[in-house]
């Protein structure tokens, strides 16, 4: 008896929701244009921390050995040659092996000119190789050998194939194989991948050229003492896990990106709770006459906060849906036609959007919640 007094208040609610067809679509516009705002917001962000650390995920070490003072990935500062036999002579490494991670800049079959990221892999492991689409990674040995990355900046390299040759400071470089890695680069650059000592042959470098030292434990547990002797020597060992998060804080923390993109997350938030909150008060005004009929009939004040806070909710997890939609939508139209756009929807995105549509809906309720506790019979029908 309970349960179905219970479901005809709710039906009721429902009726008096959707029957204003106005204000019902306003109230969904608002909420889904909010929640659309802040989860694209919040998803640009998680795909610039993503492609910020785009080396680090594709090559994939377990631990990667760097100078202090580095803040990304794409800012090495270089390490004496020392530093490499000292890292594996530690008790617990696997082995240890260089890396170059640098730019140089491409002269191009058109005689054009183009910036890319240009990756040596230690010549006698090749460890940190990408997943060939074409060609064999055997082939990066041969003479000016370089491997191509397909990605969304591969077109810059004027899609090269096998046999595309180029210039690189003089010297000539050819593509001999094509590739794939898992995370494209931030900075709109396309990416070659050839060996430790031909970059550093082809590339003006510094009296020290090891950019990072890419280095495997033996077990799990050996990872601590690795750590604390290489600080012991005076320079940073991070796990995979540990560089990206560092990459992430400096630019969410030491560059405008973080405060821009929490700006417009805040402003939709507020937003999406001005345009819901008043929407939502103005639905309950219009139909305090009716709210005032069910307690004259006998309806109880906790059954009325329950129609208000179905409504509420009802109105809030629709918006929510739709502007969860809109926005993955969007994002893959835009990946279609856009092969830079980085945005990406996460979980946390899903969630931050889905605490501030609750807190919407909450605070949109305690307004129509006061009024409607307030009502006195005898004042609606006197009118």
């Known amino acids: 008896m309970i349960l179905e007094l219970q479901s005809g208040i709710l039906r009721i609610a429902y009726k008096l929701l959707v029957n204003d067809r106005t204000k019902f679509a306003a109230l969904l516009v608002g909420i889904t244009f909010a929640v659309f705002l802040m989860i694209e917001m ?14 680090v995920i594709n090559i994939g070490a377990s631990i990667w050995v760097m100078d202090p003072s580095v803040q990304t990935v794409a800012n090495a500062i270089p390490l004496p040659n020392y530093v490499l036999d000292e890292v594996r002579s530690l008790p617990g490494v696997k082995y240890a092996v260089p890396l170059y991670s640098g730019s140089a800049l491409l002269k191009l079959r058109d005689g054009s000119y183009q910036a890319a990221n240009i990756v040596g892999l230690d010549d006698t ?17 041969a003479e000016n050998a370089f491997i191509a990355i397909e990605d969304s900046e ?40 050839t060996t430790y000592y031909r970059a550093l042959q082809y590339i003006p470098n510094t009296r020290f050229t090891i950019s990072y030292i890419l280095v495997e434990p033996k077990t799990p547990a050996d990872v601590a003492a690795i750590k604390e002797r290489v600080a012991a020597d005076g320079y940073l060992a991070l796990t995979k896990d540990e560089f990206m998060s560092k990459i992430s804080r400096f630019y969410m923390y030491q560059t405008g990106i973080g405060t821009n993109m929490l700006l417009m997350t805040l402003i939709s938030f507020i937003v999406g709770l001005s ?26 004040s906790r059954e009325l906060v329950s129609m208000i806070l179905f409504q509420a909710t009802f109105v809030a997890l629709t918006g929510y849906g739709f502007g969860v939609g809109l926005c993955a939508l969007l994002i893959w139209l835009a990946r279609a036609h856009l092969p830079d756009y980085a945005a990406m929807i996460t979980f946390l995105n899903l969630g931050l959007a889905f605490v501030m549509v609750v807190i919407i809906a909450a605070s949109s309720s305690y307004f129509g919640v006061r009024k409607v506790l307030l009502i006195e019979p005898f004042d609606i029908f006197r009118g």
């Open 42 to 55: 919040t998803s640009l962000f998680a795909g610039i921390l993503m492609r910020s650390s785009a080396t």
């Open 125 to 141: 492991s090749l460890i940190g190789s990408p997943q060939m689409v074409a060609g064999n990674i055997q082939d990066i040995f």
């Open 154 to 193: 591969f077109y810059k390299l004027e899609s090269p194939h096998i046999g595309t040759e180029f210039e690189l400071n003089d010297h000539r470089g050819k593509i001999v194989g094509l590739a794939r890695v898992s995370s494209s680069s931030l900075f709109g650059v396309p990416t070659l991948y």
């Open 275 to 300: 345009i819901s909150g008043q929407t939502f008060y103005t639905f309950i005004l219009e139909n305090i006459d009716r709210f005032g009929a069910l307690k004259a009939i006998g309806a109880k």
